[in-house]
């Protein structure tokens, strides 16, 4: 079983950084893909931003150029920089990890999401 914990949310005003992190523990055998998804409230869940191993990215439109996801492999977690915040960016965030976790029964897959962190940004 895989677990995450995400940290880092929090209020902040227009223009200012907040830095997200996610730290994976548990049966992991390998990771592969660490994401961070956004919700606003009365929309659906969307991408913001991932990374492939270690240094395939990807982002939204919305956030590139404002925001950078990086790993540790070492310690399986992720990060979410994010710089000159926007109202617009007001969500939760969550992260999510797959890749390959162990047990008695051998080797299987795993997808797994954190809990959440709201992040708010006022103008």
């Known amino acids: 079983q895989v677990q995450l914990v995400e940290s880092g949310g929090g209020l902040v005003q227009a223009g200012g950084s907040l830095r997200l992190s996610c730290a994976a523990s548990?049966?992991?055998?390998?990771?592969?893909?660490m994401s961070w998804y956004r919700q606003a409230r009365g929309k659906q869940r969307e991408l913001a931003a991932s990374i492939i191993r270690a240094s395939s990215t990807n982002y939204a439109d919305p956030v590139k150029g404002r925001f950078t996801i990086s790993r540790d492999n070492a310690k399986n977690t992720v990060y979410l920089q994010m710089n000159n915040l926007q109202p617009e960016d007001t969500a939760v965030y969550y992260c999510?990890?797959?890749?390959?976790?162990?047990?008695?029964?051998?080797?299987?897959?795993?997808?797994?999401w954190g809990q959440g962190t709201q992040v708010t940004v006022s103008s």
């Open positions: 548990g049966s992991i055998l390998s990771i592969s893909a």
């Open positions: 999510n990890v797959n890749g390959m976790t162990y047990g008695p029964w051998g080797t299987s897959g795993f997808d797994t």
